[in-house]
């Protein structure tokens, strides 16, 4: 059989059976093949095919020898042997094929087409009904089918082969996208491609300041960010980076015309060309969804390939959920887990800003733990990191701990856990390394 023939006209329905026959008489030809394919039902369009394929699978998840002869036998208990077109149908299949040497070339030809079909199908479904829930199933779909064709996973011997690499080449201490902020990097090593992040507090703690420093500093580096608000305007974001760019005070620009010094101006303008220079876009549509956040980090990629990139999310509970949920917990679960998936899709880290419960609040120490997070549990499980942010002046007004955060690393997959202290300037929203120790303890 041609084979390029076959590929130049694999979607005509004919030269499909032919393929799925042929995959079929290669298991009958060599009964182990049962047992290595990657080949499930949906991949075959005849129903006799399928029946056929159905009672091969039960043969070998029972260990039974597969056979034109036990194949019919299982086709008679499903009730299936007429319908597939008797035993002479089964003993043309054996005798069709006489190699199996090309059965992994079918094979990945069935799943090509199979991919096909499903992103016809819910291209299809969204042209009949163009919703945000069929657009996102429609981008769904089409995820999952090019994963289809992906390679799953290494060999043993390319793993050792990297890891062997990783002995004798040094990486450095920073193998990810520094914070700006040495002692955090110590603890992280930098921000991880495909991490999912979260950054937790109660409000006034600063965790949008914090967001935009890890931002600001990825530009730095001649970086690119993504920064999704759903509450804060655009504008109100872009005079935060020009206060800590140019150190201007936040408070005067509520009124800058009257407010600003000649310093201040000078500033400003400085601040201007430099925030200029970065690549950086603001997303403030108050009503996003993952959908929505994903396209747009979709769109960073493809203009700016290979370079550093780092994704903030201000907030979760404001992400709009496609669907309907039950409970809201299981709503913030479907969003973690995509936005996990989107981090290592387009291999980025992903910080995903979230509000604690009032929880805190009734406590003597109120420093955050992971029971505050709002629907901890999907936020807890899908997290590489959790980090929680806490300010002991802004409930204790005579701590001697002023204008200095806390970042509480709570969870980090790959790394240590403990807490790194920074010096807050709030009227710059700005954050600096503070010269102290920093704790750690083992994960």
């Known amino acids: 059989m041609n084979q390029s023939h076959l590929i130049h006209t694999s979607s005509d329905p004919y030269q499909t059976a032919e393929v799925e026959n042929t995959v079929l008489g290669s298991i009958f030809l060599e009964p182990d093949l049962a047992y290595e394919t990657n080949l499930t039902i949906e991949h075959f369009t005849r129903a006799a095919n399928r029946s056929i394929f159905e009672a091969i699978k039960k043969l070998a998840e029972q260990n039974v020898p597969v056979d034109v002869m036990t194949v019919t036998q299982q086709l008679v208990e499903d009730g299936q042997i007429e319908n597939v077109g008797g035993t002479s149908y089964l003993s043309d299949l054996a005798g069709s094929v006489p190699t199996t040497a090309n059965f992994a070339y079918y094979q990945a030809m069935l799943i090509d087409q199979y991919k096909k079909r499903l992103m016809s199908r819910a291209a299809s479904d969204y042209l009949a009904n163009p919703t945000e829930e069929t657009a996102e199933k429609m981008y769904s779909t089409f995820i999952k089918a090019q994963k289809m064709g992906q390679k799953q996973s290494q060999t043993k011997v390319e793993v050792l082969s990297e890891i062997f690499d990783e002995i004798y080449e040094d990486a450095g201490e920073m193998t990810g996208i520094s914070s700006g902020l040495a002692e955090l990097d110590r603890m992280t090593g930098g921000w991880q491609k495909s991490d999912l992040i979260i950054i937790a507090g109660r409000p006034s703690m ?238």
Request: proline fraction near 4%; aromatic fraction near 8%; glycine fraction near 4%.
């Open 206 to 443: 600063g965790k949008t300041a914090y967001a935009l420093s890890l931002a600001g500093a990825c530009c730095e580096q001649d970086g690119v960010a993504d920064i999704f608000s759903l509450e804060m305007p655009k504008k109100q974001l872009i005079k935060r980076f020009l206060s800590s760019i140019g150190n201007i005070e936040g408070s005067k620009w509520r009124n800058p015309f009257k407010m600003f010094t000649e310093e201040d101006k000078k500033r400003a303008r400085h601040a201007m060309n430099e925030y200029n220079k970065w690549t950086i876009e603001i997303h403030d549509n108050p009503r996003q969804t993952v959908a929505d956040i994903r396209a747009a980090v979709r769109k960073t990629k493809r203009e700016y390939p290979g370079k550093k990139h780092i994704v903030v999310i201000d907030y979760l509970q404001l992400i709009t959920p496609i669907g309907k949920f039950e409970r809201h917990d299981l709503a913030i679960g479907y969003i973690t887990r995509e936005l996990k998936q989107m981090a290592r899709q387009f291999d980025v880290p992903v910080m995903l800003l979230s509000q604690l419960s009032r929880a805190v609040e009734q406590r003597q120490d109120k420093r955050p733990m992971m029971s505050d997070l709002r629907d901890s549990g999907s936020i807890e499980q899908d997290a590489d990191i959790v980090s929680f942010l806490y300010r002991d002046d802004y409930y204790n007004k005579e701590s001697e701990a002023k204008n200095v955060v806390e970042v509480i690393l709570a969870k980090q997959r790959n790394g240590p856990i403990g807490t790194v202290e920074l010096s807050f300037v709030k009227e710059y929203s700005k954050f600096v390394d503070l010269e102290r120790s920093w704790s750690h303890e083992p994960a």
